[in-house]
Structure formats: C-alpha cells, structure tokens
C-alpha cells in the first residue's frame, strides 16, 4: 500500500490560503497549531489525511489551481501591494487571491502570468530552466547587424554578461529577442549599453503561450491543453538553484 504524500506543516497551511508560510510558522510556534487534536511541534510533516487547525479553526481545502494570462498596459505596476496605485491585482480584479509569476516593468506592456500557486514561480522564472520569453523591442534609431550580433552573443550589465540568445531584425527600429533570463530591466539594459533607447517594449510569449489576441488590459484563463503542456515543461524544472550561478530572476524587462 502507498505512503500517503506528507508535506510541511507551514507549507500545508499555506497551500489552502489561510494565511503565508511565514506567519504559519508563527502560528506552530505559539502553539496555535494541532494536529490531529495535539499542539503540533516545529518541523511537523503531514499528509491530506490529518485534520489540522489553526486558532481552533480547521484549514480549508486546497484551492483548485489558478493560471491566469495577462496583457499588461502600460502604466500598470506588477505589485500585490493595494496602496500603490494602479497595481496589477487591482487592475484585474479577479475575485480570488492571486499574485503576478515575475514582473514587467511600468513602461512595458505584455504577457504576464499570474496564479494563486506559489510552487510554480521559481520553476518558471529560474534562469537555469531555461524557459523562453519572446518579447518585441522598438528602438529609437535604425538598426545594425552589428548591434543584432552584440545583443545575441551576450552584453556586459550589471556586474555580469547576459547569457547568449536569439535575436532577429523585424523591420527597421524593431527586433525580435527571445531571453531565458530575466535580469532587471535586462532589455533596456542591453539596448543602452550598445548606445540605444528602447521606446517600446512588449512581451509577445512565455514558455508555450502567446499574447496572440489578447487586447491591452484583457486576461484569460490558460485552457486546459496549456495547462498539460505546462505540467510537461516544468516536470524536470528546479525550485532552488542548482548552482550559485542560477538565481531565481527579476523578470523585469
């Protein structure tokens, strides 16, 4: 017969949005946990059958898992944080609690995931996942060959040098790069060193799923072929850095 699955107790609580995996541990530390009608102890592992509580109050059940696609506008800051005016949560106004997988910086507009599923954020934006995002970039002059080559073979910003890509002219102020690093404001970064200005900047693409025709401002839910080809991609996808060279990203283009 199968072990049940066991999992952390913090981790257990926060999966059914009770409240963070921080303030569960609070909560096991003041004793305001049981388990199974005993006061839990730090570090405690338990499976779906034991009945937990907390303050006396029994969990919920796990949500049901929530993928959400984005077109973020411009102008719409990618924050949970409900003071700062036009943040993302309030932008959507999605009737559940769930927060943006990475960032896209004010100026920029695109495709943004956003779930209620704190285990996939890492898988996603880790650069040594090597997932892709495709974004198109508007410049402020023409285009060389020579700026193509130096933006795809690697550039030299922030006390590193970006990992080579693909990219490709799409008319003549305009090109085509697909990243699988997410370093702060990465593409303007590039662009800069290399004596450009980026006037427009738009994610067309992470992963599997595309923009397409989703309007500036409009969302939807990832359909259930994206959500098994999700599954399929992540399956081998690391939470924690393998090395001290792979860092989960800032994703802030």
């Not at 305001?32 to 029994?58: C, Y």
């Not at 209620?116 to 970039?137: F, Q, T, W």
Request: proline content about 4%; charged content about 25%.
């Amino acid at each position: 017969m199968t072990e049940p699955t066991q999992y952390r107790l913090n981790k257990f609580i926060s999966d059914t949005g009770y409240c963070s995996r921080r303030q569960a541990d609070k909560y096991i530390e003041q004793g305001l946990v049981t388990v199974n009608g005993q006061v839990a102890p730090v570090g405690l592992k338990v499976s779906a059958s034991d009945e937990v509580r907390v303050e006396g109050k029994p969990l919920k059940e796990k949500p049901a898992r929530i993928y959400l696609a984005y077109h973020k506008p411009v102008g719409i800051t990618c924050t949970t944080e409900r003071h700062i005016k036009g943040n993302i949560v309030d932008a959507i106004s999605y009737p559940e609690r769930i927060f943006p997988i990475g960032r896209l910086d004010k100026p920029s507009e695109g495709l943004i995931f956003l779930t209620n599923d704190g285990d996939i954020v890492n898988k996603v934006l880790r650069a040594g996942n090597a997932h892709e995002k495709e974004y198109s970039v508007t410049v402020n002059k023409p285009i060389t060959a020579n700026f193509i080559n130096k933006m795809a073979s690697g550039v030299p910003i922030l006390d590193t040098v970006t990992l080579p890509c693909s990219v490709s002219q799409i008319s003549k102020n305009t090109f085509k790069i697909i990243l699988t690093q997410g370093l702060n404001r990465q593409i303007r970064r590039m662009a800069e060193y290399l004596g450009y200005e980026v006037v427009k900047l738009k994610r067309t693409r992470i992963m599997h799923v595309r923009l397409a025709e989703l309007r500036s401002g409009q969302w939807r839910l990832l359909d259930k072929y994206e959500l098994a080809q999700m599954d399929q991609l992540l399956q081998h996808s690391s939470k924690t850095a393998n090395d001290c060279n792979d860092n989960v990203q800032d994703d802030e283009e």
